[in-house]
T-cell receptor
Framework: AQTVTQSQPEMSVQEAETVTLSCTYD???????LFWYKQPPSRQMILVIR??????QNATENRFSVNFQKAAKSFSLKISDSQLGDTAMYFC?????????????FGKGTHLIIQP | DTGVSQNPRHKITKRGQNVTFRCDPI?????LYWYRQTLGQGPEFLTY????????KSRLLSDRFSAERPKGSFSTLEIQRTEQGDSAMYLC?????????????FGNGTRLTVT
C-alpha cells in the first residue's frame, strides 16, 4: 500500500509571494501518477496539476509548477505570484497506473492562507 | 459537461436512522468512486465501480454501508443504523478508463451530521 505525507499542516504567505508545499510518498510501484488537488472553502476538490512518474520533466500549469524527485519520492508544489483566491486546502495524491481501482491516496492536506 | 452532482448537499439525521446519498457522475465516465472526508483530513477511499460492477471496497466500509450503481450511471451510498462516527463529508468522484492519466473529478459532497 502507498502512503502520502504532507508535513505542513498550515502555511501563510503574503499576496504575490511564492510558496512551496511539500509532499513525500512511499510506494513500491514504478509506474504511477501524482496530483495536487485544491479544496477551497466551498469544498469541491479541484485538480491543480498532474505528473506522470515516467516523465522526468516537471509539470507546469500557469502559476503552478511541481518539483518531482522520483528517487527521493518527493513531489512539491510551487505557487508563484500567489493570489487571494489560492487560499484553500491543498492535497497531494497518488494513483497507481494499474487501472485506477485503488483510486487516489491522499495526504492530510496543507491549509494555505494568502494574506492581503 | 455538467460535472459530478451529489444530493443532498447536507443531511442531518438521528443516530440509528438510515440515510441514502446519490451521485450522478460525468456522463461519459465509467469509473465512480466514493470517499469519506472528516474535518482536517484528506479524503479516504471507500469503494469503486467500473460501470455497474463494484470492484473494490475499503475496510472502512462496514456492513452498515452499501453502495450500488445499478445501470452504470448514477450511484447511491446507503448507511444503515447511522452512528455519530459516521458524521463526515461523503465525496463522489468519476473518471474514464481511457489511456493515460484520467484524473478524478469530484462532486461538492454530501455533509452528513448524525445527532
Amino acid at each position: 500500500a502507498q502512503t502520502v505525507t504532507q508535513s505542513q499542516p498550515e502555511m501563510s504567505v503574503q499576496e504575490a509571494e511564492t510558496v512551496t508545499l511539500s509532499c513525500t510518498y512511499d510506494t513500491s510501484e514504478n509506474n504511477y501518477y501524482l496530483f495536487w488537488y485544491k479544496q477551497p472553502p466551498s469544498r469541491q476538490m479541484i485538480l491543480v496539476i498532474r505528473q506522470e512518474a515516467y516523465k522526468q520533466q516537471n509539470a507546469t500549469e500557469n502559476r503552478f509548477s511541481v518539483n518531482f524527485q522520483k528517487a527521493a519520492k518527493s513531489f512539491s508544489l510551487k505557487i508563484s505570484d500567489s493570489q487571494l483566491g489560492d487560499t484553500a486546502m491543498y492535497f497531494c495524491a497518488f494513483m497507481n497506473a494499474r487501472g485506477g481501482a485503488d483510486g487516489l491516496t491522499f495526504g492530510k492536506g496543507t491549509h494555505l492562507i494568502i494574506q492581503p | 459537461d455538467t460535472g459530478v452532482s451529489q444530493n443532498p448537499r447536507h443531511k442531518i439525521t438521528k443516530r440509528g436512522q438510515n440515510v441514502t446519498f446519490r451521485c450522478d457522475p460525468i456522463s461519459e465516465h465509467n469509473r465512480l468512486y466514493w470517499y469519506r472526508q472528516t474535518l482536517g483530513q484528506g479524503p479516504e477511499f471507500l469503494t469503486y465501480f467500473q460501470n455497474e460492477a463494484q470492484l473494490e471496497k475499503s475496510r472502512l466500509l462496514s456492513d452498515r454501508f452499501s453502495a450500488e450503481r445499478p445501470k452504470g450511471s448514477f450511484s447511491t451510498l446507503e448507511i444503515q443504523r447511522t452512528e455519530q462516527g459516521d458524521s463526515a463529508m461523503y465525496l463522489c468522484a468519476s473518471s474514464s478508463s481511457g489511456q493515460g492519466i484520467s484524473p478524478l473529478h469530484f462532486g461538492n459532497g454530501t455533509r452528513l451530521t448524525v445527532t
